[in-house]
T-cell receptor
Framework: SQQGEEDPQALSIQEGENATMNCSYK?????LQWYRQNSGRGLVHLIL?????REKHSGRLRVTLDTSKKSSSLLITASLAADTASYFC???????????FGAGTTVTVRA | SQTIHQWPATLVQPVGSPLSLECTVE??????LYWYRQAAGRGLQLLFY??????ISSEVPQNLSASRPQDRQFILSSKKLLLSDSGFYLC??????????????FGPGTRLTVL
């Protein structure tokens, strides 16, 4: 079953603007990961944040995790047209090798 | 470096026909392997995972089966396809015995249309 729920389902922004999407989950997790999927392609891992971390950065990406609220956010700063994709959160529920994926947020960056 | 291959990229099959999708991983040993299905505009549903040769765990009851005849080969099969089997099938791997932090690496996917 899907553990994570992304919000919003879709987002349209202008190039140069920031994009923020959220992920909520229901049970305790070991870590939370974000993936990107370009149309018709496989998923690409973006960033992993552990349950004892609150914020993590990777290039133009910033991820936060609030375990008390069971939520995470992904911020893409200074967006580019190439950031157009679907973004998924995935949670690891202490099962070592299984991830539960949300339904994703589709981001469209207009040039 | 590690790479993951899936084939075919696209497949159109009639209802009731058999199915065989193949996934192979290069550049690593004893990976954990996964099959996911993604319906149009939806998230990923885990179908099967494997932690070793011949070891298959099924996540949902369905018309599909999986096999791992070799360490780095994962096959998804069906004896008789249903219309509901249409979707985008993704194979993924993660480092075996990786402990609690398990990034997954995905293949390019197979688009299956059952008519």
């Amino acid at each position: 079953s899907q553990q994570g729920e992304e919000d919003p389902q879709a987002l349209s922004i202008q190039e140069g603007e920031n994009a923020t999407m959220n992920c909520s989950y229901k049970t305790s997790i070991n870590n939370l990961q974000w993936y990107r999927q370009n149309s018709g392609r496989g998923l690409v891992h973006l960033i992993l944040i552990r349950s004892n971390e609150r914020e993590k950065h990777s290039g133009r990406l910033r991820v936060t995790l609030d375990t008390s609220k069971k939520s995470s956010s992904l911020l893409i700063t200074a967006s580019l047209a190439a950031d157009t994709a679907s973004y998924f959160c995935a949670t690891d529920r202490f099962q070592g090798y299984k991830l539960s994926f949300g339904a994703g947020t589709t981001v469209t960056v207009r040039a | 470096s590690q790479t993951i291959h899936q084939w075919p990229a696209t497949l159109v099959q009639p209802v009731g026909s058999p199915l065989s999708l193949e996934c192979t991983v290069e550049g690593t040993s004893n990976p954990n392997l996964y099959w996911y299905r993604q319906a149009a505009g939806r998230g990923l549903q885990l179908l099967f995972y494997s932690v070793g040769i011949g070891q298959i765990s099924s996540e949902v009851p369905q018309n599909l089966s999986a096999s791992r005849p070799q360490d780095r080969q994962f096959i998804l099969s069906s004896k008789k396809l249903l219309l509901s089997d249409s979707g985008f099938y993704l194979c993924a791997w993660s480092p075996g015995l990786a402990g609690p932090y398990n990034e997954q690496f995905f293949g390019p996917g197979t688009r299956l249309t059952v008519l």
